[in-house]
Structures are given as C-alpha cells and as structure tokens.
C-alpha cells in the first residue's frame, strides 16, 4: 500500500513538454494544454496588445467552431463550419480556404509534419486529409462521424469515431487496418470528448460518454459507457479500462482529453493518465494498468435504490477523494439560497416538490426532487490543463457551479402508444419535405416511448423556441447538417397536425381522466392527456408538471385539498376557477384512472434536468456560478479557486463575480494562465496565486481554450472567439473572430 500521496507523489524532473508547435486542439497528443514560452509573464501583461483580427465570415452558418485553431510552425490553421482556411500567424491575412462538402464537426483538427505536412479534418462523414502548403485535398478516410482530431501513429491514422468505436486506417491506401468495437450487450459506448496518444508506449486513451438520459430501467449492462479506456495503437485491443459511474442516472460525463503525465512515486518513474468530470473529480490512473495511481483514491459508497418501478441502480459508486475535488457537486439546499430575498426565495421554493438530501448518487424520483450541481459542468469539453512552471504539476481546471432540478415522472403508455402510431401515420401519410427533414434527423428520439420529449410534447412549444433550440440550443449540434431555412420549416411543422390528431384519438377513448371541466381549465397548461410541460435552459425554464401518476407518488399529501392548489396557483399568476365540488371531481377521476393504469401495468416514466433559476432568470444558488481552481498533483490538495468572468445585468452592473463557462484554459511557462468562455465574452489572465492581472473584451465568447505560440521570436496568444448564441447561455450574436496578441515592445526577426 502506498503512502498519502504528499509523501509519495514527486515530478519527474525530466518530462517531455508539448511541441512549440500546437499540432492538435489540446496541443499535443498528451493534451497538457502549455506553452513553455516565458516571454509574456505577470509584470509585462500589461503591454499585451491585439495585433490582429481575422474573420471567416461565415457566423450565421449552421455551427460555429468549439475548438482551438492549431499552430504548423508556419501559419495558423482554424475552421468555420464548412471550410478550412490558413492565417498569417504576423499579420492575419488569408493564405488559402477551401469549402467542404460536409460539415466540419467542431472540436478540433490535427497537423502532421510527416508525412508531407498534412491537415486531417474530422467531419460528418469521415477525415478529410489536406496539404497544409496551398489547402488542395490530398484524401478521405470513411471511418463515419468523428468529433475528435484523429491521430497520426506511423504509416496509420487512427480515428475514434461518434458510434463506431475506434478505427486505423493506412495513409497511403486509405484502407481499414483494424477496427476495435465497443460495442457491448447491444449498447455502443460513445467518444465524442476526449482522445490521446502517448508515442513512447503507442498506447491510445479515450473516454467514453454516458448513454444519457435519466431513465435506466430500459438498458442492459454496459460496461463500456462512462469508462477510461487504454487501447494499442498498433493491433487495437483494449489494454484496460476503468469504469467511473456504474449504471449513470444523471449523464455525469468525464470531460476533455486524457491528460497524460510522468511522475515519479516510490522513487520510481510512471506514467499517469489524468481526467476531469462534470461532478468536479480529478481521475489519476497508472497509464500502464489503469489501476487508480495511489490507493486511496476513491472510496466505494452504497448507493441509493428507486423508487421507480423497474428501475435498477447500481449497488455501489465510487466517490474520489485524491486529489481533491475541484468543486462541490451536491447542493446543499439550506444554505444554497441564502441571499435571495423573500421574494425571490419563495418563488424558488414553489419550483422545488421535495428535496432528498439523505446522501450522495441521488437517483431520479417520482416523490421528489433532487438538486445538483454538474449537468452543465463542473467540467466541460475542454477539461483543464498541466501548469508545469512550478516546482510540481498542478491542473488548473475551469468548472460550472450552477443549480439544476433534477425530476421523474410517470408517464401514460396509453398516451405514448397513441402519439407513436401516429407518429408513424404521419410519416406514412405526409410526403412534405418538413416530415422527410423530421424522419430523417428527429424521429429516432422524438417519436415517443424514450426520454427525449415526444411530438406532442414539442408541439406545445412555441415555433420560435424550437428553432432556438435547434440553432443555438441545446439541439444546435444535432441539426448543424440541416440549413436554416430547414430548420425554419421544421419549427413550423413539428407538433401541428400530428399534436392535435394525437390529442383527439386519446380524448375520444372511453376511460381517460378527460372531461370537460379540466379540459376547459386545465389541459393549455397541463395537456388534456395530464402529461404536463417543461422548457429546457435553452428556451427557458417554465414548468408545468405532469398529472399523471400525481395521486399514487403524493399519497403523504393532500392532493385533494382545494385551499392548497387554489393558492399555489394564485402564487403563480395561473387561474384556477374552479369550483371546490368541481374539484374533486376531477381529482377522483384521476385517482380511479391512475389506479386502473398501474394495475394493469400502463404506467411508465421519464426524467428531465431544468436549470433552476430565480425570478430575474439568474441561477438561484448562491455566486460564484463559475470559477478556476487550481490542483497541485503532489500534495493532492486544491491550492485554490477563483472566480471566473462575471455577470452583468442590462445596465452593465455586476450581479455576479464568476459565471458559467464553456471556453477553457491555457497555461504557459511564466505561470500565467489565459482562460475563455463566459459570457461577458472576455479573455483573462490569472497569475499562479489565482489573481486576475488582465483581460480583454471581444465581440463574442469563446468557445474553445486559447493558445499560445512562438513566431519571428515574439510569444502570440491566440483567442477564438466564435460563441454566441452557440454557447446555451447567451443570446449575443455567433462570432467567427480569431483575435492574436503579443507584447507592444516585441520586434520580430527580419524575414
């Protein structure tokens, strides 16, 4: 057993630093995210100036870029959604774009100066290979949908795909040269994060996603979801893997590449793996067994059974202690709302059922709400980054601290079959371009029976907000192949005709909790099929809850009680003129209904996340919302964290030091560290003790963690802003700007 990991854990004084070139959106394959150039330092920032600023014209296209440009050692190379263009790193002027066919999926692409200096592009379809000198297409490579910047190992290329596992291909013939599935108990794991590569064991590490989705009772065992896996990179077998969330109820992905490391423990060198985690947890494995790299890393707690029918959770979760977490995934409710004023306060309890605050790994539940942090972040898809100009690593990682409700309801199956089959009548029936566009991009989750909300559900929404969602929201990635006027129609269409048909065939049956009296005061808010209504954070955060189910989860209340619901509605500007006779009428139409259904198995059930916010639609919890901490990687311990960005209100008046964030961090030789991605659409610069010494304003946020590179002997800071509307926090316009800086008394190198 080793010891505490203060005793044990020492920085191999001879680790390899990232290439000066910035060869991959992470940097290097061992995605350390550091630049070791020194020439920009906390006592000169203040000469930081913008030296130029190029636009690819392209921000109302379909997506705008969510990753780093890369630097070749002789320009910069970036994306728009549909091409790829060379910058002069010294002036910012255009050397050569080239359109693309398909989509360019926006999380990264990859330089390789041998052979031949070559671009490799992950798109829609598969990697597209380009020269780097003049941007002609060299190749394809048809691995299917990738989000992530291939590998280059060898005379091989290897990709790890959206659905399809992780493929090599040959340069040179473009032909498959292994295929590792991960594909297991009819469930393929997901690699949409993180991917690296350590040249030196020719292991590859990937992270693979959560299944998603609150509702678990459906699924088999998969052991592959929610995992760190280690592959060979020359025969692609699995070496080994490590399971983080056993059986995952509230999409807890692992965040941004596996950061790769030497250190040194018990007076020997190792190779370490590092990952970061929505739930604030920092992952460090031996990268050669993947066995956690000290024993007291986590700890196996019990975790809590549903009280769903047929949900299954896992018996156990792993809660990690060393190092420590970067932030506190579990809200406590009694302190979280403390500055909220009366108001504001008892608006935000009428939006919470019942909290269950008994212990961690929550699962969803019909009885009552569970509040968490983590759904947006902690991490997001950048994760962090290695701080090597200490004497010991440290990772510096931003993280999101806002409120979500986490809810589960029953569900109708009644209801689900009806709007299915209708579902599937329309597709038959409708030859409209508007259905093809449905059936083609949306039908495989919105048809009803999943968790995704069925027609019936998106056909309450307005058109506007559907089309937000699937411009700038939380859909936004799942419709970048359709056009915008695509997506128009679409909005228009969804919900129409299908919405009321399916409405008319579940009122006409002869034993629903229908009549006219709900139907009349009840069914705009809460659906004639009780089935309820919610807005997500994209559009909103109204919520009107099912009925369904309400008199078998709330027998402890008085359900029945007139005064109760007439004064809840009251609170919430929403008319209730009912009479009292009336309603119990329609409260012992439902208890008999309910019953009949869960008697004969009719029941079913579902979940959803929704931000809780306060009355002026800021997050309820107490600030920050958003910060940067800082991990030293020998002593375990979080040094500290910081604030990151602010929030402003519409006169310009600071709500709230540190907000979300979805950009990420740089960290470079002198101990700055450069971060991005709040929605003041500002860059930062934070000395090692955690102060802000800098920051600039942009036009637009940033999407992607900035860079850092050394041309004609002046170090370059490097920022994309391209947020926006893009990040699903901002209705500020799509940026599409790369904005470089240097030092105002940096000369260059004569040419």
Same mark, same amino acid.
């Given at each position: 057993?080793?010891?505490p990991?203060?005793l044990?854990?020492?920085?191999?004084?001879?680790?390899?630093?990232?290439?000066?070139?910035?060869?991959?959106?992470?940097?290097?394959?061992?995605?350390?995210?550091?630049?070791e150039?020194?020439?920009?330092?906390?006592?000169?920032?203040d000469?930081?100036?913008r030296?130029?600023?190029?636009?690819?014209?392209?921000?109302?296209?379909?997506?705008t870029?969510?990753?780093?440009?890369?630097?070749?050692?002789?320009?910069?190379?970036?994306?728009?959604p549909?091409s790829?263009?060379?910058i002069?790193p010294?002036?910012?002027?255009?050397?050569?774009?080239?359109?693309?066919?398909?989509a360019?999926?926006?999380?990264g692409?990859?330089?390789?100066a041998?052979?031949?200096r070559?671009?490799?592009?992950?798109?829609?379809k598969?990697?597209l290979?380009?020269?780097?000198?003049?941007?002609?297409?060299?190749?394809?490579f048809?691995?299917g949908q990738?989000?992530?910047p291939?590998?280059?190992?060898k005379n091989?290329i290897?990709?790890?795909?959206?659905?399809?596992?992780?493929?090599?291909?040959?340069?040179?013939?473009?032909?498959?040269?292994?295929?590792?599935?991960l594909?297991?108990?009819?469930?393929?794991?997901?690699i949409w994060?993180g991917?690296?590569?350590?040249?030196?064991?020719?292991?590859?590490?990937?992270?693979?996603?959560?299944?998603?989705?609150?509702?678990?009772?459906?699924?088999?065992?998969?052991?592959?979801?929610?995992?760190?896996?280690?592959?060979?990179?020359?025969?692609?077998k699995?070496e080994?893997?490590?399971?983080?969330?056993?059986?995952?109820?509230?999409?807890?992905?692992?965040?941004?590449?596996?950061?790769?490391?030497?250190?040194?423990?018990?007076e020997?060198?190792?190779?370490?793996?590092?990952v970061?985690?929505?739930?604030?947890?920092?992952?460090?494995?031996?990268a050669?067994?993947?066995?956690?790299f000290?024993?007291?890393?986590?700890?196996?707690?019990?975790a809590?059974?549903?009280d769903?029918?047929?949900?299954?959770t896992?018996?156990?979760?792993?809660?990690?202690?060393i190092?420590?977490?970067?932030y506190?995934?579990?809200?406590?409710?009694?302190?979280a709302f403390?500055?909220l004023?009366?108001?504001?306060?008892?608006?935000?309890?009428?939006?919470i059922?019942?909290?269950d605050?008994?212990?961690?790994?929550?699962?969803?539940s019909?009885?009552?709400?569970?509040?968490?942090y983590?759904?947006?972040g902690?991490?997001?898809?950048?994760?962090g980054a290695?701080?090597?100009?200490g004497?010991?690593?440290?990772?510096?990682?931003?993280?999101?601290?806002?409120?979500?409700?986490?809810?589960?309801?029953?569900t109708?199956k009644?209801?689900?079959?009806?709007e /299915? &089959?209708?579902? #599937?009548?329309?597709? *038959? @029936?409708?030859?409209?371009?508007?259905? !093809? %566009?449905?059936q083609?991009?949306c $039908?495989?989750c919105?048809?009803?029976?999943?968790?995704?909300p069925?027609?019936?559900?998106l056909?309450k929404?307005?058109?506007?907000?559907?089309?937000?969602?699937?411009?700038?929201?939380?859909?936004?990635?799942?419709?970048?192949?359709?056009s915008?006027?695509q997506?128009?129609?679409?909005?228009?269409?969804?919900?129409?005709?299908?919405?009321?048909?399916?409405?008319?065939?579940?009122?006409?049956?002869?034993?629903?909790?229908?009549?006219?009296?709900?139907?009349?005061?009840c069914?705009?808010?809460?659906?004639?099929s009780?089935n309820?209504?919610?807005?997500?954070?994209?559009?909103?955060?109204?919520?009107?809850?099912?009925?369904?189910?309400? /008199? &078998?989860?709330? #027998?402890?209340?008085? *359900? @029945?009680?007139?005064?109760?619901i007439? !004064? %809840?509605?009251?609170?919430?500007n $929403?008319?209730?003129?009912?009479?009292e006779?009336?309603?119990?009428?329609?409260?012992?139409?439902?208890q008999?209904?309910?019953?009949?259904?869960?008697?004969?198995?009719?029941?079913?059930?579902?979940?959803?996340?929704?931000?809780l916010?306060?009355?002026?639609?800021?997050?309820?919890?107490?600030?920050?919302?958003?910060?940067?901490?800082?991990?030293?990687?020998?002593?375990?311990?979080?040094?500290?964290?910081?604030?990151?960005?602010?929030?402003?209100?519409?006169?310009?008046?600071?709500?709230a030091?540190g907000?979300k964030?979805?950009?990420?961090?740089?960290?470079?030789?002198?101990?700055?560290?450069?971060?991005?991605?709040?929605?003041?659409?500002?860059?930062?610069?934070?000395d090692?003790?955690?102060?802000?010494?800098?920051?600039?304003? !942009?036009?637009?946020a940033?999407?992607?963690?900035?860079?850092?590179?050394?041309?004609?002997?002046?170090?370059?800071?490097?920022?994309?802003?391209?947020?926006?509307?893009?990040?699903?926090?901002?209705?500020?316009k799509?940026?599409?700007e790369l904005?470089?800086?240097?030092?105002?008394?940096?000369?260059?190198?004569?040419?």
């Amino acid at each position: 057993m080793s010891k505490p990991i203060f005793l044990v854990l020492l920085l191999l004084t001879c680790f390899t630093l990232e290439a000066k070139e910035w060869i991959h959106s992470s940097g290097g394959y061992k995605a350390h995210r550091y630049f070791e150039g020194d020439q920009i330092t906390p006592s000169n920032i203040d000469k930081l100036e913008r030296v130029w600023k190029f636009s690819s014209r392209k921000a109302d296209e379909i997506l705008t870029v969510q990753s780093s440009p890369i630097y070749t050692g002789t320009q910069i190379i970036s994306s728009s959604p549909r091409s790829i263009f060379a910058i002069d790193p010294v002036s910012g002027a255009l050397n050569w774009e080239i359109e693309l066919k398909y989509a360019i999926n926006p999380r990264g692409i990859t330089f390789a100066a041998n052979p031949s200096r070559r671009i490799f592009i992950p798109t829609q379809k598969g990697v597209l290979e380009v020269n780097e000198t003049d941007g002609s297409i060299i190749g394809y490579f048809k691995s299917g949908q990738t989000s992530l910047p291939p590998i280059i190992h060898k005379n091989n290329i290897i990709v790890a795909t959206l659905h399809d596992g992780i493929k090599s291909f040959d340069l040179s013939s473009k032909e498959l040269a292994w295929h590792l599935s991960l594909e297991m108990n009819d469930y393929k794991a997901s690699i949409w994060s993180g991917f690296s590569f350590d040249e030196e064991t020719e292991l590859g590490y990937v992270i693979t996603g959560s299944y998603g989705g609150l509702m678990g009772w459906y699924r088999k065992k998969a052991n592959l979801e929610s995992s760190i896996i280690a592959f060979n990179a020359g025969t692609g077998k699995i070496e080994w893997k490590f399971k983080y969330i056993e059986h995952d109820l509230w999409d807890l992905d692992l965040q941004g590449n596996p950061i790769l490391l030497n250190l040194k423990k018990d007076e020997e060198q190792h190779k370490a793996v590092l990952v970061v985690t929505k739930k604030g947890d920092v992952i460090l494995l031996n990268a050669k067994d993947g066995k956690p790299f000290y024993d007291d890393s986590f700890i196996e707690v019990k975790a809590q059974g549903s009280d769903i029918p047929r949900e299954r959770t896992a018996s156990t979760q792993k809660n990690f202690l060393i190092p420590e977490p970067f932030y506190d995934f579990y809200l406590d409710a009694d302190k979280a709302f403390d500055h909220l004023d009366k108001d504001n306060r008892e608006y935000v309890d009428q939006k919470i059922r019942h909290v269950d605050q008994s212990g961690i790994f929550l699962p969803p539940s019909l009885n009552q709400d569970v509040l968490m942090y983590g759904i947006n972040g902690g991490a997001n898809l950048s994760g962090g980054a290695i701080d090597f100009s200490g004497q010991s690593p440290s990772l510096i990682v931003p993280y999101t601290k806002e409120p979500w409700i986490l809810r589960a309801f029953y569900t109708d199956k009644i209801l689900r079959l009806v709007e /299915t &089959l209708v579902g #599937k009548y329309q597709s *038959i @029936k409708s030859s409209s371009n508007e259905e !093809a %566009i449905f059936q083609d991009n949306c $039908a495989s989750c919105h048809s009803g029976g999943g968790d995704a909300p069925s027609r019936l559900v998106l056909g309450k929404m307005p058109a506007k907000d559907i089309y937000t969602s699937l411009t700038s929201g939380v859909m936004s990635a799942q419709a970048q192949n359709l056009s915008e006027e695509q997506k128009e129609e679409l909005a228009q269409y969804l919900g129409k005709e299908t919405q009321q048909m399916a409405e008319n065939i579940f009122t006409s049956l002869p034993f629903v909790p229908s009549n006219e009296i709900y139907e009349q005061n009840c069914s705009s808010c809460h659906g004639v099929s009780r089935n309820g209504f919610y807005e997500t954070e994209s559009v909103g955060d109204n919520y009107y809850p099912p009925l369904v189910g309400l /008199t &078998l989860t709330r #027998k402890g209340d008085d *359900i @029945k009680n007139y005064k109760k619901i007439k !004064a %809840i509605h009251e609170y919430l500007n $929403a008319s209730y003129n009912i009479s009292e006779e009336d309603h119990h009428v329609i409260f012992n139409q439902f208890q008999t209904y309910d019953s009949w259904l869960n008697k004969l198995g009719l029941l079913s059930s579902r979940g959803f996340w929704q931000l809780l916010l306060d009355k002026e639609g800021y997050p309820a919890s107490n600030p920050p919302w958003g910060g940067i901490a800082k991990i030293d990687l020998v002593s375990g311990k979080k040094i500290w964290t910081t604030p990151f960005g602010a929030r402003f209100d519409n006169k310009k008046n600071i709500v709230a030091n540190g907000d979300k964030n979805f950009g990420g961090v740089l960290t470079t030789g002198s101990g700055l560290i450069f971060a991005t991605g709040t929605p003041d659409s500002r860059i930062y610069a934070y000395d090692g003790q955690g102060s802000q010494v800098w920051f600039d304003q !942009a036009e637009s946020a940033g999407s992607a963690p900035p860079i850092s590179f050394k041309h004609n002997s002046c170090q370059f800071i490097l920022f994309t802003a391209t947020g926006g509307k893009v990040i699903p926090f901002t209705q500020k316009k799509n940026g599409d700007e790369l904005i470089a800086y240097k030092l105002k008394n940096c000369l260059f190198d004569a040419e």
